[in-house]
């Protein structure tokens, strides 16, 4: 698995071609000002302790409000109950405060912020406060494009709250955690620009971690994944999480991703 890993970042740090649009982790740029996006985002996870899979339906609207300054509803629908059930829903805002520009590159800082509520039960030790947990976040990105290659790492602060009005958080498990990620990407088609039509194909390699504060429990994923950019407009993302390490307990740690996107440019303007 290691020499996997190995060859895999090789490949992505050595053939510099990307965009800077990851499939589980935003970079520290935003949506265009006066723009707004829709994104429906589905994800399929392989159960551990039970048979059948956990299906997760989660509808966003992003509003860029300025070129700094963007803010994202979520919505959080699962079928835990065996029939589809909002669970509950988030806001998330994001302000880019840096940004360096160069001719073939440039550089972004942004400090982010999330609130979530949920209403299922608590099943799991992992801290996961987009779909399972009522609770906050809040952190820091930083994004470098070179050329067309992107490379964002993300380091975030999470709290888990009770999910009301049914579920406490455990007393026995750690209630806040430590989140840290790293995204490559890279452009594969096309080799040349002619057209803003075209569509463009990026590949992207992540790495998902948490460790909770209070036990030091940690996971560790990574997330391969294909990316579509339709007309300038449309986005397509299949990807597939796996569990690289873990000490923690997760109830579905292994599925996969698949999200549609559309922007609306100029919506506000």
């Keep these: 698995m290691k020499s996997v890993i190995i060859i895999l970042a090789s490949f992505f740090v050595n053939n510099l071609h990307a965009q800077e649009l990851f499939v589980v982790t935003d970079p520290a740029s935003n949506v265009p000002a006066g723009s707004v996006s829709v994104r429906l985002s589905n994800s399929l996870f392989k159960e551990i302790f039970e048979d059948g899979y956990n299906f997760h339906l ?26 589809l059930y909002t669970e509950g829903g988030g806001i998330y805002t994001k302000y880019r405060f ?10 972004r800082l942004a400090v982010f912020g999330r609130y979530s509520f949920n209403r299922a039960d608590i099943h799991q030790e992992q801290i996961e406060i987009m ?17 067309k290659v ?29 989140n840290y990620t790293l995204s490559i990407g ?10 803003f039509k075209q569509t463009n194909i990026n590949l992207m390699l992540e790495f998902v971690g948490q460790t909770l504060n209070e036990n030091g429990k940690t996971y560790i994923d990574i997330v391969p994944s294909i990316q579509f950019i339709i007309n300038s407009q449309g986005r397509i993302d299949i990807g597939y999480r796996k569990e690289l390490y873990s000490n923690m307990l997760r109830t579905a740690p292994n599925g996969v991703y698949l999200n549609f996107e559309y922007t609306f440019f100029n919506v506000t303007k």
């Design 186 to 195: 890279r452009l594969m088609y096309p080799k040349k620009y002619t057209s």
């Design 150 to 178: 992107a490379i964002s790492a993300t380091l975030s602060f999470e709290k888990a709250l009770n999910n009301r009005p049914d579920y406490d958080f455990p007393s026995d498990q750690s209630s806040h955690a430590s």
């Design 58 to 83: 989660m509808p966003e609207i992003t509003w860029g409000i300025s070129s700094k300054l963007m803010v994202r509803a979520s919505a959080f629908v699962s079928n835990r109950s065996n029939m």
């Design 98 to 107: 840096l940004s360096i520009d160069d001719l073939h590159s440039h550089f």
């Design 131 to 147: 779909g399972h947990n009522t609770g906050f976040e809040s952190g820091l990105v930083a994004t470098q494009l070179i050329e």
